[in-house]
């Protein structure tokens, strides 16, 4: 009993000590590379701002402006998740779709993003072969509580692998927003869609 | 007790009567062929959330400091590490369902009973399994979508499921003391309400429409987890019919 409880002590501990020495230098033209360096960059960056940590929500949108936006094409993922009724859009209104939608998408995560604390990132492995150009990155952010499963889709663009859509707990994002726009539109068109969103952002930002 | 009961059924039944109506010129799913009644059901639950559970909730957080209600999740989670295994066991994934009981004996032993997870930072990974999704990797389809009052977004299938996981519960069902049992019950609730305290405020603002959203998200997720539970397959992509241009 005593020897069997020593082992499981010696191979938990290995366990630890193989997974922190494992890590390499991850390269940003890979999709997996990619999402490495965000993440562990904004990691840092919540864990060592108290402003951040605290709640300060505009200081956590200027983060996502500047950490995460830039690698992700929002004008797909708006796209996506309208589906047929993208084309029924001028492309005044996609722009407009396009802001509103990121801008909403900003206001919700980063209410999430100020409550990390001492969360981690685990890597699943990657299933795709160097051809690829429509990559699934799977992660699993490990907390206190249970674990959240969290995926990110990229596709390669002439600038680089780009996020245009996530998986949270097992929900992609534009999967579950496709519905809501189809039954929005419905109701009162593509511009009843972007007063919806104009009004939803500007009470968000009103709340603070 | 049965009084009890009975009032509650009652008021149930009264506040479900009154049909809600599905939003005009929405799109009805397939998936969700009683989307009128789940919407009843889902605004009842809301109603329930805003002026019982979540409040009691509040005061859970203002009362017990943030190690104690750590320990307390811990401590139900320990507990139904041992439904996870059982249910990994009946799915075939047989490492996993040694895995999760290495992490009960870990988290028993040196865990202090379970209120300390030591298994997680040894590198024994939580899972969540239940037998909803038992039956799913079974073959089982999930019929119709479904909004139980109480336990919220179901389907058939996960309906049965459910009904399982609390008739083969020790703390809900069999341990023999009733005060005890009703008081863990309680605490347990107030503790998975916790835990998605933070989440439901930002959900409140993420939807458009709060009942589609938690209908879509809850039919993806179940799919995902059935898939991932069936070992080495990976969860399929969702294919948008428009190609971006």
């Known amino acids: 009993m005593k020897n069997l409880i020593l082992s499981l002590f010696v191979s938990i501990t290995s366990l630890f000590v193989c997974s922190a020495s494992a890590q390499s230098a991850p390269d940003p033209n890979t999709p997996d590379g990619l999402i490495k360096i965000i993440v562990a960059d904004v990691m840092n960056s919540v864990k060592s701002d108290p402003e951040i940590q605290k709640g300060n929500i505009p200081r956590v949108v200027d983060l996502v402006e500047k950490k995460i936006v830039p690698y992700t094409d929002m004008r797909r993922t708006t796209q996506l998740a309208m589906g047929r009724n993208w084309s029924k859009a001028t492309p005044e209104q996609q722009n407009q779709l396009i802001i509103e939608f990121k801008n909403l998408l900003i206001r919700t995560y980063s209410g999430a993003l100020s409550q990390l604390r001492d969360q981690t990132v685990q890597y699943k492995p990657l299933r795709s072969s160097p051809s690829d150009t429509d990559v699934i990155v799977r992660t699993v952010v490990i907390g206190k509580s249970d674990p959240i499963p969290l995926d990110y889709r990229l596709e390669k663009t002439n600038d680089g692998w780009r996020v245009y859509d996530i998986n949270i707990m097992g929900a992609w994002l534009i999967e579950a927003y496709r519905n809501q726009f189809t039954n929005q539109i419905s109701q009162s068109g593509v511009d009843g869609l972007i007063k919806f969103l104009q009004e939803r952002n500007a009470m968000l930002a009103g709340k603070k | 007790m049965s009084k009890l009961k009975r009032a509650l059924l009652l008021f149930v039944s009264v506040s479900l009567i009154g049909c809600a109506s599905i939003p005009a010129g929405s799109e009805r799913s397939p998936d969700d062929p009683w989307e009128s009644f789940n919407r009843s059901v889902f605004s ?19 009362i017990l400091p943030k190690p104690a209600q750590q320990g307390i999740d811990n401590f139900f989670g320990n507990y139904r590490d041992i439904y996870t295994s ?61 909004v139980l009052p109480f336990f919220g ?14 008739e083969t519960d020790y703390l809900f069902r069999l341990l023999p003391d009733v005060a005890l049992r009703n008081s863990l019950t309680a605490l347990r609730i107030v503790n998975a309400r916790n835990n998605y305290y933070e989440a439901g405020d930002l959900l409140e603002g993420a939807a458009l429409d ?7 998200a809850y039919i993806q997720r179940r799919q995902y987890q059935i898939d991932q539970a069936k070992e080495g397959k990976e969860p399929p992509l969702p294919v948008y019919e428009n190609q971006y241009q």
């Open chain 2, 44 to 62: 009842f639950n809301e109603g329930l959330d805003d002026y019982l559970l979540k409040p009691i909730t509040r005061g859970y957080r203002f």
């Open chain 2, 153 to 166: 977004p179901s389907n058939v299938r996960d309906t049965f499921g459910t009904a399982v996981d609390l």
């Open chain 2, 210 to 216: 709060k009942y589609t959203f938690t209908r879509d």
């Open chain 2, 86 to 146: 059982a249910n990994n066991l009946l799915q075939g994934n047989l490492s996993m369902a040694f895995s999760d009981l290495m992490r009960v004996v870990v988290n028993t032993i040196f865990g202090l009973g379970g209120f300390i997870d030591m298994a997680t930072p040894g590198g024994l990974e939580k899972h969540k399994a239940d037998f909803g999704q038992t039956f799913g990797v079974w073959g089982i389809p999930s019929g119709p979508y479904v």
